[in-house]
C-alpha cells in the first residue's frame, strides 16, 4: 500500500458510533470513510486509533478474561458523554461470540447497530448452529459435544472462539464444558463477506485466510488476501443466502469455509464486522455506511461492489519479546500501532501490515516482505539489544525524563 492507496478520511457528518471490540482500530477506520464519527472501547487504544477516533478509551482487564461490564459499560458511558455528535448507537466487533448476554446489557443503553443477543446465542451454539446446518443441508464437518473416541483427525473448539488461536487438536483438550469437536478437514480457507438485512442478502467479496502458527496454536489466525473468483462461489452464496434466513442476520457479517474443489464445508459465521474489513476498504460505497442502512432501514445494494486488483492484510507477531523503539516511524501500509516503549511479549500481536497488488498472490508476497522489512527494522532499531536490556534502557530513559520534568516544573514555578 503506497501512501496514495490509504483511505482518505471524510469529515463526520453522519453522526457519532460507540465501537466496541477486543480492537476496534479497523471498525473505527470504516467508520471515518463512511462519514461517522467513532468512538472505541478496546482493548488497545493503538496511537492509529487514538488519532482516527474522536474518542478512544483503553478498557481494563485482561483480554484472556475477555470483556466484563464492569469494565466495559463505564468506558461507554464516558465515551458517549463525549461524543461530537448525535449518538446512532454501539456497533460491536470481536469480542462478545461467547458472552452474547452482554449485548442485552449494552442494548438497555443504547440501540445496538448489529446482530441483537438472541442471534448471536443462536449462531455461536454449536448444536443449534449446525442442527440448522443438518435440516437446511447446508455441509459442513462432522461436529460432536463430546469428545471423539479416537482423538486422531478432530479439532476442539471452544464456542464463541475467535482468531484460531483457542482450535487445539482434540487429544490436547481437558474436559471443558464450553468445548466443542469437529473433524479436521483440508482445503482453502475461504471468507465470504456479506450484507444481510434479516431476510435477503448481498455477497460483497471474497477473501482467503491463512495461519500463523505457533507452539500450542497451530490454527492461529495469520491473514487474508481478497479474491475476485474463488472455487465453489455458486455454493457459498445459496448457503450464505439460506442462513441468512434462518438464522435472521442482519448487518454485515463474514462465514467461514473450508473448500476442497468444488465442495464446500461451512465451518462458521461470524455475525459482526470481522477480521477481513482492512481488504474490502476500498469499496466506492463505504462499508459501514452499507452496515448501517441494513440494519436501521433493511436496505441492501442492488448489486455487490466492485473491486480493482486485489488486497492483502496480515498480523505481524513477535518472535520474541521486545519494546516498541521510541524512535520508530511507521511505514503507511501499517496499522493498528502500538505506543513508543509499549512492551510486547513473544507471541503477541505488534502491528498489522496491509499491502495492494495487481493479483492475490502478488498482494499476499508483498504482504510477507513488507513483514520480514518491518521485523527487521524493529529489530535494528534496538540496538541488537536483548529484552532485559530495552527494559533497562526504558528505566533509565524514564528516569531522566521525569527528572527533567522535574528541573522544568521548579524553574518556571507554579
Same mark, same amino acid.
Given at each position: 500500500m503506497t501512501p496514495t492507496d490509504v483511505p482518505k478520511r471524510s469529515s463526520p457528518r453522519r453522526g457519532a458510533i460507540l465501537v466496541a471490540a477486543v480492537s476496534g482500530r479497523a471498525i473505527a477506520q470504516a467508520a471515518v470513510e463512511a462519514g461517522y464519527a467513532p468512538l472505541v472501547a478496546d482493548f488497545f487504544a493503538d496511537a492509529d486509533t487514538q488519532a482516527l477516533a474522536s474518542g478512544c478509551r483503553k478498557l481494563k482487564g485482561d483480554i484472556a478474561k475477555g470483556m466484563q461490564w464492569r469494565n466495559l459499560a463505564p468506558v461507554l458511558e464516558a465515551l458517549a458523554k463525549a461524543a461530537p455528535l448525535p449518538l446512532l448507537g454501539v456497533m460491536y466487533g470481536s469480542g462478545f461470540e461467547d458472552r452474547p448476554y452482554l449485548l442485552d446489557r449494552i442494548a438497555e443503553c443504547w440501540p445496538l447497530l448489529g446482530n441483537d443477543a438472541a442471534t448471536v446465542e443462536r449462531i455461536k451454539h454449536p448444536e443449534t448452529f449446525f442442527g440448522t446446518l443438518d435440516r437446511l443441508a447446508i455441509p459442513h464437518p462432522a461436529t460432536v459435544m463430546a469428545r471423539p473416541p479416537k482423538g486422531a483427525g478432530w479439532v476442539a473448539k471452544r464456542r464463541g472462539g475467535a482468531g484460531g488461536s483457542h482450535v487445539l487438536p482434540s487429544r490436547l483438550q481437558k474436559p471443558a464444558a464450553n468445548v466443542y469437536y469437529q473433524a479436521l478437514v483440508e482445503g482453502r480457507a475461504i471468507s465470504v463477506l456479506f450484507l444481510a438485512n434479516g431476510r435477503d442478502c448481498r455477497v460483497l467479496g471474497f477473501s482467503e485466510q491463512w495461519t500463523a502458527p505457533a507452539p500450542s496454536k497451530r490454527w492461529r489466525y495469520g491473514g487474508a488476501v481478497r479474491l475476485a473468483s474463488p472455487p465453489a462461489q455458486d455454493e457459498m452464496v445459496r448457503a450464505i443466502a439460506q442462513a441468512t434466513r434462518a438464522f435472521r442476520i442482519t448487518g454485515l457479517a463474514s462465514a467461514d469455509f473450508m473448500v476442497d474443489?468444488?465442495?464446500?464445508?461451512?465451518?462458521? &459465521?461470524? #455475525?459482526?464486522?470481522? @477480521?477481513? /474489513?482492512?481488504?474490502?476498504?476500498?469499496?466506492?460505497?463505504?462499508?459501514?455506511?452499507?452496515?448501517?442502512?441494513?440494519?436501521?432501514?433493511?436496505?441492501?445494494?442492488?448489486?455487490?461492489?466492485?473491486?480493482?486488483?486485489?488486497?492483502?492484510?496480515?498480523?505481524?507477531?513477535?518472535?520474541?519479546?521486545?519494546?516498541?523503539?521510541?524512535?520508530? &516511524?511507521? #511505514?503507511?501500509?501499517? @496499522?493498528? /500501532?502500538?505506543?513508543?516503549?509499549?512492551?510486547?511479549?513473544?507471541?503477541?500481536?505488534?502491528?498489522?501490515v496491509l499491502a495492494r497488488a495487481g493479483t492475490s498472490r502478488r498482494a499476499k508476497r508483498l504482504i510477507e516482505t513488507r513483514k520480514a522489512n518491518l521485523l527487521a527494522k524493529i529489530y535494528k532499531l534496538s540496538k541488537g539489544e536483548s529484552f532485559e536490556q530495552q527494559e533497562e534502557r526504558r528505566k533509565r530513559e524514564a528516569a531522566v525524563g521525569a527528572a527533567e520534568h522535574q528541573r522544568t516544573s521548579r524553574a518556571t514555578g507554579p
Open positions: 474443489g468444488d465442495w464446500p464445508l461451512l465451518l462458521e &459465521i461470524n #455475525p459482526r464486522p470481522g @477480521a477481513t /474489513l482492512d481488504v474490502f476498504a476500498c469499496a466506492k460505497k463505504p462499508l459501514l455506511k452499507l452496515h448501517v442502512e441494513a440494519v436501521v432501514q433493511g436496505r441492501l445494494p442492488g448489486k455487490a461492489p466492485t473491486f480493482e486488483g486485489a488486497a492483502a492484510s496480515a498480523i505481524v507477531h513477535a518472535p520474541k519479546r521486545l519494546i516498541v523503539p521510541r524512535n520508530m &516511524i511507521w #511505514p503507511v501500509w501499517t @496499522a493498528d /500501532l502500538p505506543r513508543p516503549g509499549e512492551r510486547i511479549d513473544k507471541q503477541r500481536p505488534i502491528c498489522t
